[in-house]
Each structure stands twice: as structure tokens, then as C-alpha cells.
């Protein structure tokens, strides 16, 4: 794909209309200029979007790389389905599946989720003008190891880039995929979006019913403007809805200009905002950027990305409320002896999910406000000379204050965020300082008492992650015969092979398997080495692989695959042994100052 770079580039260059001397370049100013908006989307009802204030390419990086907070077996932690009436979890809207995050996820648990804040979580979909996609994360712990306290208190998982996937025009908003299922399972609220197939109907009912010609004859007609305008109003909101009806445009203007232009470019013309109304009506997203922490074992940190000024937005941060925090308890399980079914046992409290370290709340309140801002995650802990503080926005396009007046219970019906914060700084922040706010004299506390219990696992002074295995690709593997408990302590290997052939139950791999279905090796047979002529010696190995037999996840075959290369081999946790599952790993929600809490959120009585 890379190899296609230049040409694509030509192109987007000519649709921009810029020449080779004016390409663009990094310079003082370009640190200066917010590339990246918050504002209220183009889309009806949508709420928020992101929009880019710069022309960008294909390929073009956008912003930072995000995190990924992995959220395990909420079901079952819960007592049944997310769909459940009592079972409020506005999340579901903003996750995504593990295997979008990448790498391996989606081995963390039984079933496994991804928490994606800023790129992932702010971007509106639009089946027709996605401009952007994500790459999966990457993961390691930025030098925390098993031995140090911090460990399993932040996730591993960072760096989900956002790409530009055709030109876009400074002042687009940004648009990324979905998926066609995530609007098919939320009809029931959503209504009939449309999806890529609806406008290919939507322009042939324009033409069947002659609606275009009839409008362009009228269209001169000042006094058949009315008329126009009643019979359009009347063929979008006709009572019998569909995704086609949805595709059309919704008022006169706009179905005008389809006319002359076509459904998809009045869209995109109705989805750019002037660089001025960014300016006056959005809210910068880029001022901060991630990097490896400058306080020690806190992981990762935010750093400043230009000089903020005391008094300004350091980042706008919406808020995901969680009206009831118990639903983040996480207990052991037990076995029906009847059944032979798993429960849950609440007299087991295990510990909490990763994403209650990301959310504010409060010890009067069963309410936790968790943020999805751009890079507002990274932001650490001072509770000496922090630089930065949360207040509530006084935005009304992502923060309604009349919701600091009603009790916690009134959430339980709210489907859609409606609270944000303000980061904003202290004091002035030079390029390049990390931001840090105040978590609370609580949480503090909670820290302090955490340090002083410490202790670390067992054998972590030998411990070696998948990340340090996965980046060694000369070393070589031990055979079963060699070391039979090598990797089965918390590490499982896979192998990318697809070419299963059930009768022979024996194959050869080849290059073709590359990115194909991982499979998990159930043991190394063999290792051979191999040496060509000006190259490094390199290793091939015969491996068994676990195969399901039908598509049936209780019944495996074993599955000799031969000649497979290190490449094709990669380490995962196993479930329930990554970081985040480090036994007694520090959990605790930020706090709300008291200074801006609502009395009315209070319903535990601490006396």
C-alpha cells in the first residue's frame, strides 16, 4: 500500500490545488496552530464532532495516538446482558471489540472490550464520507515492571493511531467507520441511519419520481418557493420511514444543491465549517500530547503540544456517566454442580476494572463521571504543585449544568453524555511540560496506603512479558522436549495459519499465511536452522497447533504444522495473567473536588 504513496499524494495535491514549493512543512508557527477542533457535529442530533482545521492526505497522521483500557466480562461481572433494564452501561456506545485495538486484546479474558478515549470515542460515523480509519495499539508499560507498585494501575495498551484515508479539506469533520451492525442493533433509538447502500435508492427516487426535473422547474419560480419547501418537508418526514428517506437531504437548500451536485457532494459540503467557526465555536483538542511519564513508575504522562497560558483550555474532556460504580466490582466465580453453569460469588470481591482508574467520582456518591477527552487520560497526579485543574465547562455544546441539580438516579434514563469538564491551567505551561492536575486528598491516600502493602509477585525478579518476547525475532524457541514449562506459565504462543486440512491434519506453512487466523500452539516439535549465503542464520520450527474441530470452541484436534517462521509466531498473555490482573494492582476513581460537586449527587450517607 505504502508503495502507492507518492501517486495518491500527486493527486490529493492537485484536488487541494497546492504546487511542490507550498507542500507542506513543519515549522515554528505549524506548533502554534490547533489542527484539531472539538464542535457540534454537521451531522442532525449527532452531539459533538471533530473537525481538522489543515488540509490533509491520504496516510496523513492525525493528532496522537490514543489509549486502550480493556474492559473484561462486564456481563458476567453483572448478572446478564447489557441490555438488561437495569443494567446502565452508556459505555456500550463508546467501546470497541478487543480485536480493533490490536495486538492481543482479545486475549485478555472470556470476553473482552476496548475503552478507546479521544480518536476513538469522538469521531461521529458517516457511512458515506468516512475520511479516516485506526490502527490497532501497540503495547508495553513504559518501563513499569512486575516489581514496581504502579504496575497493572494504568494500561499498557497506547498508541492507536488515526489515519487519513483520502483528502481532506481544512474545516471537514472527521468521520470514521463504525460498522454496519453497530447501527443495526440500535434502531430501536437511532432510527433507520444510512448506510453505503441507501444513496445509490436515494438518487434513484429523485430520478424515478422525476422529483429533480420538477424541482429545477420550479426552482426559478419565486413564488413556488413555498410550495417547494412544503413538498420537500413533506417527502423527508413521510411517516414511513427508511434508510433511503434518511439518505435525502433534509431541507430545500440542501436537496437544491443535490440537484446540481449529487447526494454525496452536498454532504460533504454540509459537513465543513469555515475555519472561523472553529475558531469562535470549538474547542482545541491538540494542546496536549502523550509520552513516557516524567514522574517515577506513573507510566505514561500528558505533555503540553504549545505554550498554554494560565487561565486556558489545557482540553475539553465530555464525560461518560456510570450512575451506579458497583458495576465495575469484579468477583470470582463459581460452578453450578447441577448445571455445571458459572456464577458469580459476591462474597469474592477480586478487585475492579482498569477503567475505574480513569473515571472522577466521589465518596458521597455512587456516580462516576468517566472522560473521553483527546489525551486527557495520560494527564497524572500532583498533589503538591499540579499545573492544571478540572472545572465544570461552561460549554453548553457537551456540558448541561441543569444536570448538576438532579440526583444520581435521574442518569439512569440518560442515554447520551450531557456533562464536561474543562482542564484548564493553573499557572502558564512552557511546550513540553507535563500537565498534571490534583486527584484528591482520597485518592492520595489510597496511594500512600497502597505503597505501604506492597508486594510483588512472586518470581518477578525473572518475569519476561510478550512484548519483550514478540520484539526478539532471532533468539531461539525451546522445544517442548527442551523446556516443557517454558511457556506455560502466564504466556501462550499462537501461530497465523489457515491452511487446515482436516484428513491430513498435517501441513506446510507458507508465506501466504501471513495476517491470516492466529491459531494457539500446543507445543514446539522441532527447530531447525537455517543459512543462505549473505544472510543471518535464521530459525524454522514444526509446530502442533489447537485446532476446533467444526467451528466448536469446547472441541480441538491437534494440527502439525511444519516449517513455520519465527515471524508467524507471536506471544500472548493468558487470560486472566496480563498486567491489569496483577494481584492487589492499585485501583481508585480521581475525585471530584468538594468545591464543585453537587449536593444533589449525594446518596452515601458517610456518617
Not at 477542533?37 to 452531539?47: F, Q
Not at 482545541?284 to 507510566?299: E, V
Not at 543471518?536 to 517462521?565: C, S, W
Request: charged share 25%; glycine share 6%; with cysteine.
Amino acid at each position: 500500500m505504502m508503495r502507492f504513496l507518492p501517486s495518491i499524494r500527486v493527486l490529493a495535491s492537485a484536488i487541494f490545488c497546492f504546487s511542490a514549493s507550498t507542500s507542506p512543512t513543519s515549522t515554528d508557527d505549524d506548533t502554534k496552530k490547533c489542527k484539531l477542533y472539538l464542535a457540534k457535529s454537521t451531522i442532525p442530533n449527532a452531539g459533538l464532532g471533530v473537525f481538522t482545521s489543515i488540509n490533509l492526505f491520504p496516510n496523513d497522521s492525525i493528532g496522537y495516538g490514543d489509549p486502550a483500557i480493556p474492559i473484561v466480562d462486564m456481563d458476567f461481572h453483572n448478572g446478564g446482558s447489557s441490555s438488561a433494564e437495569d443494567y446502565h452501561w452508556l459505555l456500550d456506545d463508546y467501546n470497541w471489540k478487543a480485536s480493533a485495538a490490536g495486538y492481543f486484546m482479545e486475549a485478555e479474558a472470556e470476553k473482552t472490550s476496548a475503552h478507546v478515549s479521544g480518536m476513538g470515542a469522538m469521531p461521529n460515523c458517516h457511512m458515506r464520507l468516512k475520511n479516516i480509519v485506526e490502527s490497532g495499539n501497540e503495547y508495553d508499560t513504559a518501563g513499569v515492571t512486575r516489581g514496581d507498585p504502579g504496575i497493572g494501575a494504568f494500561t499498557g495498551y497506547h498508541n492507536r493511531k488515526t489515519f487519513a484515508i483520502k483528502p481532506i479539506e481544512a474545516g471537514q469533520e472527521l468521520f470514521v467507520d463504525y460498522g454496519k451492525q453497530w447501527f443495526l442493533t440500535r434502531e430501536n433509538y437511532m432510527g433507520l441511519v444510512p448506510l453505503v447502500e441507501s444513496y445509490p435508492i436515494a438518487t434513484k427516487f429523485l430520478d424515478h419520481f422525476r422529483l429533480k426535473d420538477f424541482l429545477e422547474r420550479l426552482m426559478f419560480s419565486r413564488e413556488s418557493e413555498e410550495l417547494m419547501s412544503d413538498l420537500w418537508e413533506l417527502i423527508v418526514r413521510f411517516p414511513y420511514k427508511s434508510r433511503p428517506q434518511s439518505a435525502l437531504p433534509k431541507n430545500l437548500n440542501a436537496a437544491k444543491k443535490a440537484i446540481e451536485r449529487g447526494i454525496y457532494q452536498t454532504e460533504l459540503w454540509q459537513s465543513t465549517l469555515s475555519l472561523d467557526e472553529l475558531e469562535r465555536d470549538g474547542k482545541c483538542l491538540d494542546n496536549i500530547r502523550p509520552g513516557n511519564s516524567t514522574i517515577s513508575g506513573a507510566g505514561r504522562g500528558a505533555f503540553a503540544a504549545r505554550f498554554l497560558p494560565k487561565g486556558s483550555l489545557v482540553a475539553p474532556a465530555p464525560l461518560l456517566h456510570v450512575p451506579d460504580r458497583d458495576i465495575l466490582n469484579m468477583y470470582a466465580d463459581k460452578i453450578d454442580p447441577f448445571t455445571q453453569e458459572e456464577y458469580r460469588d459476591f462474597s469474592k470481591l477480586t478487585g475492579r476494572q482498569l477503567l475505574l482508574n480513569y473515571c472522577f467520582g466521589h465518596r458521597s456518591s455512587s456516580l462516576l463521571l468517566c472522560p473521553y477527552g483527546f489525551q486527557t487520560a495520560f494527564i497524572n497526579h500532583n498533589g503538591i504543585s499540579p499545573n492544571a485543574k478540572v472545572i465544570w465547562s461552561t460549554d453548553s455544546m457537551y456540558h448541561n449544568s441543569s444536570f448538576l441539580e438532579q440526583p444520581v438516579k435521574h442518569f439512569d434514563n440518560v442515554w447520551r453524555p450531557v456533562l464536561g469538564f474543562d482542564y484548564v491551567a493553573l499557572r502558564d505551561i512552557q511546550e513540553g511540560e507535563e500537565i498534571t492536575i490534583n486527584y484528591g486528598a482520597h485518592w492520595e491516600e489510597a496511594w500512600t496506603a497502597h505503597l505501604q502493602s506492597w508486594v510483588p509477585p512472586i518470581g518477578y525478579e525473572k518475569f519476561v512479558p510478550p512484548q519483550v518476547l514478540n520484539a526478539d525475532r532471532t533468539s531461539p524457541l525451546r522445544t517442548f522436549d527442551e523446556d516443557e514449562t517454558m511457556y506455560t506459565d502466564h504466556i501462550d504462543l499462537y501461530c497465523e495459519f489457515s491452511n487446515i486440512s482436516v484428513k491430513k491434519q498435517k501441513s506446510e506453512w507458507d508465506e501466504d499465511e501471513f495476517n491470516t487466523n492466529d491459531h494457539k500452539v500446543y507445543r514446539i516439535l522441532e527447530r531447525t536452522k537455517n543459512h543462505e549465503e549473505g544472510e543471518p542464520d535464521y530459525y524454522l520450527y514444526t509446530l502442533d497447533l489447537l485446532v476446533e474441530i467444526d467451528g466448536n470452541a469446547e472441541k480441538f484436534m491437534l494440527y502439525t504444522v511444519t516449517n513455520v517462521p519465527r515471524e508467524a509466531i507471536s506471544f500472548y498473555y493468558k487470560r486472566y495473567h496480563s498486567d491489569m490482573f496483577v494481584r492487589g494492582a492499585f485501583r481508585h476513581e480521581m475525585m471530584i473536588p468538594d468545591d464543585i460537586f453537587p449536593s444533589a449527587w449525594k446518596n452515601i450517607d458517610l456518617s
